[in-house]
């Protein structure tokens, strides 16, 4: 019997580590899948999509720079990812109908509070960032019900777009934009959506936003500890955590809407970080 197909679509793809991921989410269920990475012309996310399916491929993963199309490309989208306005992941319904959902806000969320014990309710968070990665994040924060969130942002219009885009979401949560500068006071969290991380650059964000108890979480991840972490610690932070624990657990989100199981993902996050 050939094993059910899943692949990683992306431009660059040999970085990934989904496919040793969710290889390791099948080992550890039982369940009988192959997943491969998949490298798309920036010109050609649809036809590779597409064809992908077509040859019987059961549910795809996206990243960068294909979020977007792989939204615009869908039948239908759930209402996370109709928010996002991006999608992480694909598969076919029983209609064979395309499904577009986003993961990426609910393994952030479930690493922060199942893995770190952080609660979100009731707590003023900073999020750093106006990009799609924030985007992509902001519902699954929100429904967490946050006393405050503040999202800041070098290009302050773009945190506004957002506000007004999450407003009908928001419930009872202030939701406010402003710029990098702004901040001034200590929050319970602070999250850094942008990825100056990557490029060993920190937002200009005043070292007043972190008091003797803020949560710090860098989005992006590293054998290393981050740009922005290392920022946080030196200000006095204790308590900093990366994206590692976001990448394997919306991974996990994806496994369970492909194969209706959830696996553990804690030994997975270990075998990572001991990489």
């Not at 692949?7 to 989410?25: E, M």
């Not at 519902?139 to 999450?166: C, D, S």
């Not at 928001?170 to 991380?197: K, R």
């Not at 994206?243 to 809407?257: D, Y």
């Amino acid at each position: 019997m050939n094993n059910d197909l899943y692949a990683v679509v992306g431009n660059p793809i040999s970085h990934s580590k989904s496919p040793r991921i969710h290889n390791l989410f099948a080992s550890q269920t039982g369940e009988q899948l192959e997943y491969t990475a998949i490298q798309a012309p920036e010109d050609d996310f649809a036809g590779t999509a597409t064809g992908f399916f077509q040859r019987g491929g059961k549910g795809l993963n996206v990243t960068v720079p294909f979020k977007q199309e792989a939204w615009e490309l869908a039948d239908r989208r759930t209402e996370r990812a109709q928010l996002a306005g991006a999608a992480n992941t694909l598969y076919q319904d029983r209609e064979g109908l395309l499904i577009a959902d986003n993961t990426d806000g609910k393994g952030l969320v479930t690493d922060l509070t199942a893995n770190h014990g952080i609660s979100l309710a009731g707590r003023r968070i900073l999020v750093l960032g106006a990009g799609g990665a924030v985007r992509g994040v902001l519902g699954p924060i929100l429904a967490e019900k946050p006393a405050a969130l503040v999202i800041a942002n070098r290009t302050v219009a773009k945190a506004e777009a957002l506000v007004t885009l999450f407003a009908a979401v928001a419930g009872d949560t202030s939701l406010d934009a402003c710029g990098f500068e702004q901040p001034c006071e200590p929050f319970d969290i602070i999250i850094n959506g942008t990825s100056a991380s990557l490029q060993g650059d920190l937002p200009p964000v005043s070292a007043n936003v972190i008091g003797a108890d803020t949560v710090i979480y860098d989005m992006m991840y590293s054998l290393q500890t981050t740009t922005f972490n290392q920022w946080a610690l030196d200000q006095g932070a204790t308590r900093v955590f990366d994206g590692l624990g976001m990448l394997v657990e919306q991974a996990a989100e994806s496994f369970r809407l492909w194969r209706g199981v959830s696996p553990d993902t804690r030994p997975v996050i270990d075998e990572l970080r001991n990489d």
